[in-house]
């Protein structure tokens, strides 16, 4: 089959745009507004960029806020500073629960029972639970037009400035347990997958 997505002719029952680019890491975005209120949420329109410096980014689509911006978007712009936190296995509940929409002064960190610790580089608070949090330094917004009125979305990139991974989450070799840590990754519609033992494999590249 073949279609064109402004033209929404995919004649199947669900856009399957988002089935496509999988599995997407999920960054699992704290920050704190201008009145130190938490916030956190899932973005899956989510990667690295660039290597050196450590680089993400986030895609943030319309709020439902006045100002159309999600809590995240708004938060990181007016502050400069975010944190990245990995989502697991083990907080698969949480992760989901924290993308309530919800009104800005809500605090999606107390609200799913998770607890916030302070950031070393960043006021932005660390999910204590997950093992890995990447604290960022926001860079600039990208924004690309949706193709309704008044809808866009905000692309956010930070530079990576700080990195914590829980020490039991490095094997006796130095390297990061992945299998332990059990990531999440989104697929299309509302599933999900997970990497843990029985998922990953090692591929050595051609010549390296
Ligand atoms: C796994 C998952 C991934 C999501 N990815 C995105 C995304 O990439 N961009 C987006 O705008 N919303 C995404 N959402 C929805 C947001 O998490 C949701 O709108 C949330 O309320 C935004 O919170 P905030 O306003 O506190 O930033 C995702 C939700 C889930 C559960």
Redesign the pocket.
């Known amino acids: 089959m073949f279609y064109e997505p402004k033209k929404q002719n995919h004649g199947l029952s669900k856009n399957p745009f988002n089935s496509l680019i999988i599995p997407r890491p999920?960054g699992w975005?704290s920050t704190v507004d201008t009145n130190g209120v938490y916030?956190?949420?899932?973005?899956?329109?989510?990667n690295a960029v660039s290597y050196r410096p450590p680089t993400v980014m986030?895609?943030?689509?319309a709020?439902s806020?006045d100002d159309r911006h999600?809590?995240?978007?708004r938060n990181v712009e007016a502050t400069g500073e975010f944190v990245c936190n990995l989502?697991t296995w083990a907080l698969l509940d949480q992760?989901?629960h924290?993308?309530?929409?919800?009104p800005?002064a809500a605090d999606?960190i107390e609200l799913t029972g998770l607890t916030p610790v302070p950031a070393e580089m960043v006021k932005a608070p660390r999910i204590a639970e997950a093992p890995v949090h990447l604290e960022c330094k926001y860079l600039k917004t990208t924004l690309i037009q949706g193709w309704d009125e008044g809808d866009e979305?905000r692309v956010i990139f930070g530079e990576v400035v700080g990195i914590h991974i829980a020490d039991n989450m490095i094997t006796d070799s130095g390297l990061v347990d992945v299998a332990k840590m059990m990531p999440i990754g989104?697929l299309g519609y509302n599933d999900?997958t997970r990497v843990d033992a029985e998922s990953s494999f090692t591929l050595d590249r051609p010549g390296k």
């Open positions: 999920i975005i916030n956190l949420a899932p973005y899956s329109f989510f986030f895609s943030a689509g709020g806020a999600k809590d995240s978007a989502a992760m989901n924290s993308s309530a929409s919800l800005p999606e979305y989104r999900y």
